[in-house]
């Protein structure tokens, strides 16, 4: 599990820019989840969708032939 520190103010296109920096991977590469909910619009912010510390944001890895699941980002360090 990997830990990327975020606030709660921040967008899912900046969590993305984070995912790719730590991950190089992509953002159009990026399937980013938080439960059931695919967090798409890059605008969006992470408490929109209810992210907080101690949030786990599932990924998975398209554009690839085998797709690879992470559970990470526990916290995202929001509000720390």
Known sequence: MRNIEMEPQDTIGSLRTKVEEEF?????DQ???FGDVVLSNPLST????GINEGSVIDFLQTGVKKTK???????TGLLS
Do not use: N, T, V
């Open 69 to 75: 699941k992470e559970k990470g980002f526990e916290g």
């Open 46 to 49: 992470l408490e929109s969708f």
């Open 31 to 33: 399937d980013l989840r």
């Open 24 to 28: 190089g991977l992509m953002p159009s």
